[in-house]
């Protein structure tokens, strides 16, 4: 088991930029792949960035460019740097986490998830 807990979330200005954390504690096995997606009213989760345990990358061509993950595995905290922010990025944001397969943007395929941290971009 591991426990996700999001942090960094508020309300920023078009432009601006905000850094949200991800906490990870339990079994660090259980987080070799991580992930940060985000969600709307109405619409299903879009992932946004995922990170494997090798340091692999993959982003979303929404966000490429724009937002970084990396992880921390000295402090166990999965980080999600965002630039340029945009009206459209508001959203809920949620960290989730994998033992076995793979970097992917496919919510449907994480196991563990944090209860997500509120953006919202004016």
């Known amino acids: 088991q591991v426990q996700l807990v999001e942090s960094g979330g508020g309300s920023v200005q078009a432009g601006g930029s905000l850094r949200l954390s991800c906490a990870i504690s339990?079994?660090?096995?259980?987080?070799?792949?991580m992930a940060w997606f985000r969600q709307t009213p109405g619409k299903g989760r879009e992932g946004l960035a995922a990170?494997?345990?090798?340091?692999?990358?993959s982003y979303t061509e929404a966000v490429k460019g724009r937002f970084t993950i990396t992880k921390d595995s000295a402090k166990n905290t999965l980080y999600l740097e965002m630039n340029a922010l945009k009206p459209e990025d508001t959203a809920m944001y949620s960290c989730?986490?994998?033992?076995?397969?793979?970097?992917?943007?496919?919510?449907?395929?994480?196991?563990?998830w944090g209860q997500g941290t509120q953006v919202t971009v004016s």
């Open positions: 990170i494997g345990s090798d340091g692999g990358t």
């Open positions: 339990g079994n660090p096995y259980n987080a070799f792949y």
């Open positions: 989730a986490s994998r033992t076995y397969g793979g970097i992917t943007l496919r919510p449907g395929l994480y196991d563990y």
